[in-house]
Every structure is written in structure tokens, then in C-alpha cells.
């Protein structure tokens, strides 16, 4: 039996009280009240209600030493992105990884492996392949269903994914960028609970009063925080937060939900509000075993210092006091002993030359318009000079984009962007969404072809190059595992990411986040204009343009 004290912020009562938490085990089984002063506050903990843990470039275990130390105590991970590249077999890995981890990880199956029959994966999971996951009993519910067409021609493969479900009483996710009217009404009558895609407000509202859960997204790509912020005192009981993709510099610097918590706060929203949709909504919604600090509850709750920076203290998970004060109490080894571990993988392609690189062009061309802040990107039409191949157009902002399956041996696909603002220099990762091959952006061909060939070498990761007095310079960020994750620690991966971030600034990129923005230009469940297999793709025809 143990007894913990602070100032207690009940959230479900809406009110804050001097009291003691009585613990027995891992179930709170008394709060007594009491007149003490107290300085430090307990308050349920976080929960991200939509991850992809893969998208930290970090394995289960060593993404929840990163989100613990900032307040959250269990997280819904769809392992969807290493479901694409090596199917059943990722899946499982993240679950037998997460079993090391200090939170509580609540699995859903992924729908869409590969994301539309256009994408080429490393894997497919089919109808049957899901009922079976579901008969394991290990996952809460059914993943982002991204197929919208799908959905509203009621295909028999997808159709036969949602009644899995369904049919267990179980949630089913949403994925529905801009859809509205009628044809949202139908998406929802599949049995569709939530969407973490809305970008704009009345599109929220509409979704939410069609009977959706809104999840507010604000990751390391996509933030949609501040344009759906008045909710939160509108419709707080409809609401989750969620960081959907972040990276873990991102993690470390900004906390996950708790920086989602603390601008609401600093915006004047009501504590009791925020703190209902960061901590009590998703335990409701998803049926998650989970405390929110009653008696009969798990003792999943945090101690910070105040209810404005929500600096951690304390953070406990079934009773266990996993850390305090920048200290983790002693655990399972969160490197997994990754010496001696097979790491997964999915890896095969040759190096590639500049030539396979050439494109020509004529007057008129359509590149992706990258959209600072949104997944979303347009089609923007450029005029350019007629060439035998147009490698850049620095004054324009136009840059080269590169497209390679890593499952085969295929020619690269090649198009233009505009928008990430490099003055020289080329990026490449093989963090590429959802399929994960090979994505890269640059201002000429050998410094792609560098960029690219460094990842083909490690089979994965994400790397820089540049040319520096007649010399191309590299560096990179192997990723071993799956050619997504990296089985060193978060702090080693952030420091490592963040220095291979600010040195894409250095080259004159302009978005705050280069990795993660080139991760959705081939993302083709995403409007307007990406790349992928075939080229380039319009998502108002959904079909490729060459």
C-alpha cells in the first residue's frame, strides 16, 4: 500500500481538492480529502489517441521512454507503416517490443495495407487476414479505414474489414480528408466512429454533427490545432487530441499532448475541458483500461508542478512509479539488447545513376505544391523553358522529386515540387507514406543520386547530400528496422534527426520540418497532387498523370 498527495484535479467532478491517493497494488482504492496545502498537482494522464509510433523512428519501447517523461501514460498506435512493408510479421514485432515498454500501447489492426491498390508495399493484409488478428485479442479496434472510395462503393473486401469489427463491438477509425454532404453521411453509416484529417473548421462541425469524434491532430508535419481550437469550448465531449506522426526532437522539445494541452490552456480553454479530452474521451471512445483517478481505477496519473507549463514530476502506470524528476525507475532494458536481436526488414534495390534521373520538359509543367503546416498540397502549373532535362529551377522554387520502389528493382519515377525552398542540396529518406519506398527532393541529379544511393546502402534511413567545392558530402540516419526504425534510443535518433533537419536549412530549405513533409508527397489517399508508382498523381481524378 502506498500514499501519494497533491492537489487532486478531478476531472469527471470538475473540481480541484487537497487529498491523498491510496494505493494498493495498482488500483486506486481510496481518495481521501484533506485541508494540507500542497504546491504540485495530480492529474490523470495523457492519452494520443491516433499514432504511428513507426513515424518516431523509434521501436515501442524507447517511443515510450520519450512520451512518459511528458505526462503520457497510454497511447492507440496503429502500426500501419511497418504493416506496409513487412505485414503480420511488423505487426507482431510491435507488439512483442511494446511488451518492454513502460505505457500502455493499445493496438489497432490496420485497414488499408497497402493504402489504395495504386500504392506498391511490401505487404497486404486482406479481410481474412484481419478477422484472424482480431480473434488474438489484441487490438482495440480497426485502423484509419483511408479507402473512401472503397467505403462508399461498398467494396466486399473493405466492407468485410469494418463488420470484423463491428461485429466485436469494436472501434473503427476514420480517414477522410475534406469529405463532406452526402458522401460523409455515407462514410459514417459504415460504421466509421472518428477522423483525425479535418483541416478546416466548418468540416469538423459537420463531421461532428453527422455523429463523428473529431481528433485534433498537432504532429511534426501536420498541425490543425489552431484552426480547430474553438471546439474545445463548443464540443469538448467530442474531441480527442491526437500527434498522428511526430518525430522524437519534436517529442523532447514540445512533450507530445501535453504541448496540445498547454496551448489550450494558455488560450484561455477550461482546464476541465481540455484535460477531459486529453485524458478521459479516449478511454471512453476506445474502451481503453486506463485510471482517471477514481477509486477501483489502475493508478495511470501524473504529478506536475503547475496547471500552466504541466511540468512532470511524476509520472506512475498501474501503480508503478515510472519516473521522476528526469530519472526512470529501473525497468526492462529499453534497447531490447539490439546487438543481438534479428532486426526486420524489407530491402531490395540497386544503386541507381544521375541518369536514370533525366527528364524532359516542355513549356508547361505540374508540380506538388507543399503547404506549409498541412499534409495537403496542391497542383500548381509552372512555366518553365523547354529542356532535354530540367534538373532545377532555384528561381522558381522548383525542385526535382524522385519516386523508387524499394521492394523491386524498378526505374525511379521523377517529378517537380515547389515549396521546400532548397537552394542546393538533396534529402532522401525511405520514410515515405504509407508504402514507405524511396522518396527524394533536390536541386540537382548527382546530389540526388547520392542522397539516395546513402539510403539504398543502409537499406533505410534518411540522409542529406551536398556539393561543397567540386565534392559531394553526405550524412545520414541509418534506420535498420523495417527501414523506418532505428533501434537506438530516442535521445541519440532526435540529436541525430535534428542535426540532419537544421542542415537541410543550412541548403535554404524553408519548411520546418523537411523529413516529415517529403514523407506525404507520395501519400495518394492525401489531396491534391503527389507522386508515386506510375508519377505523378491527382487525387480529383485518382489516377496518375503519366
Do not use: W
Not at 494540507?36 to 509510433?53: A, C, L, M, R
Not at 471546439?231 to 469538448?236: F, G, K, R, V
Not at 477514481?294 to 508542478?305: P, Q, T, W
Request: glycine share 6%.
Amino acid at each position: 500500500m502506498k500514499k501519494i498527495e497533491g492537489n487532486i484535479v478531478d476531472v469527471v467532478a470538475r473540481e480541484i481538492y487537497p487529498a491523498s491517493l491510496i494505493i494498493e497494488n495498482d488500483v486506486i482504492v481510496d481518495v481521501i480529502k484533506n485541508n494540507n496545502i500542497y504546491s504540485e498537482y495530480i492529474i490523470p494522464g495523457f492519452i494520443d489517441s491516433h499514432v504511428h509510433i513507426e513515424s518516431s523512428m523509434l521501436t515501442p519501447s524507447n517511443f515510450s521512454k520519450l512520451v512518459s517523461k511528458n505526462g503520457t501514460v497510454a497511447i492507440v498506435s496503429d502500426p500501419h507503416e511497418i504493416a506496409n512493408v513487412l505485414g503480420i510479421e511488423g505487426i507482431k514485432y510491435m507488439i512483442n517490443n511494446a511488451k518492454n515498454a513502460d505505457i500502455k500501447i493499445n493496438f489497432t489492426i490496420p485497414s488499408c495495407v497497402p493504402a489504395t491498390p495504386l500504392d506498391a508495399s511490401g505487404a497486404c493484409i486482406s479481410a481474412e487476414d484481419v478477422d484472424k488478428l482480431f480473434k488474438s485479442n489484441n487490438f482495440i479496434g480497426l485502423s484509419e479505414m483511408m479507402n473512401v472510395p472503397g467505403v462508399l462503393a461498398g467494396d466486399k473486401e473493405v466492407m468485410e474489414k469494418i463488420n470484423s469489427a463491428l461485429k466485436r463491438n469494436l472501434v473503427v477509425d476514420g480517414h477522410a480528408p475534406l469529405l463532406i454532404g452526402e458522401e460523409l453521411k455515407k462514410y459514417i453509416a459504415a460504421g466509421i466512429s472518428t477522423d483525425h484529417e479535418c483541416s478546416e473548421l466548418d468540416e469538423a462541425r459537420e463531421k461532428i454533427y453527422n455523429g463523428m469524434k473529431i481528433i485534433i491532430r498537432e504532429g511534426s508535419a501536420a498541425e490543425n490545432y489552431e484552426k480547430l481550437k474553438s471546439l474545445i469550448a463548443t464540443n469538448s465531449d467530442d474531441l480527442m487530441f491526437c500527434t498522428d506522426d511526430s518525430h522524437p526532437d519534436s517529442i523532447i522539445k514540445y512533450g507530445g499532448i501535453k504541448k496540445i494541452v498547454k496551448m489550450a490552456i494558455r488560450d484561455g480553454f477550461d482546464i476541465f475541458d481540455v484535460l477531459k479530452i486529453a485524458c478521459i474521451n479516449p478511454i471512453l471512445h476506445y474502451n481503453l483500461n486506463v485510471g482517471t483517478l477514481k477509486v477501483g481505477d489502475k493508478a495511470d496519473f501524473i504529478k506536475i508542478e503547475n496547471l500552466k507549463s504541466f511540468e512532470v514530476i511524476d509520472t506512475y502506470i498501474s501503480g508503478r512509479k515510472i519516473y521522476q524528476n528526469n530519472e526512470f525507475s529501473k525497468s526492462t532494458d529499453s534497447t531490447l539488447h539490439v546487438n543481438k536481436e534479428i532486426l526486420p526488414n524489407n530491402f531490395n534495390h540497386d544503386l541507381i545513376t544521375k541518369d536514370q534521373l533525366v527528364l524532359s520538359v516542355n513549356k508547361n509543367i505540374y508540380a506538388i505544391g507543399v503547404i506549409p503546416g498541412e499534409l495537403l498540397t496542391t497542383k500548381n502549373k509552372v512555366v518553365v523553358e523547354k529542356s532535354d532535362n530540367l534538373e532545377s529551377d532555384i528561381s522558381k522554387d522548383l525542385l526535382k522529386i524522385v519516386y523508387i520502389n524499394r521492394y523491386s528493382n524498378s526505374l525511379p519515377q521523377v517529378g517537380y515540387v515547389v515549396g521546400f525552398g532548397f537552394k542546393k542540396g538533396a534529402i532522401a529518406s525511405s520514410i515515405s507514406h504509407d508504402s514507405h519506398n524511396i522518396i527524394a527532393v533536390g536541386c540537382s541529379d548527382i546530389e540526388i543520386e547520392h542522397a539516395v544511393n546513402t539510403i539504398i546502402k543502409n537499406k533505410g534511413g534518411l540522409s542529406v547530400a551536398y556539393k561543397k567545392d567540386n565534392s559531394i558530402f553526405t550524412d545520414e540516419l541509418p534506420l535498420p528496422i523495417a527501414g523506418i526504425m532505428s533501434n537506438r534510443d530516442g535521445e541519440y535518433v532526435a540529436k541525430k534527426y535534428s542535426n540532419l533537419s537544421k542542415l537541410a536549412l543550412t541548403l535554404g530549405c524553408k519548411i520546418k520540418a523537411p523529413f516529415m513533409t517529403l514523407a506525404f508527397m507520395s501519400l495518394l489517399v492525401i489531396p491534391e497532387f503527389k507522386i508515386g508508382e506510375n508519377g505523378m498523381f491527382d487525387y480529383s481524378k485518382f489516377s496518375f498523370i503519366n
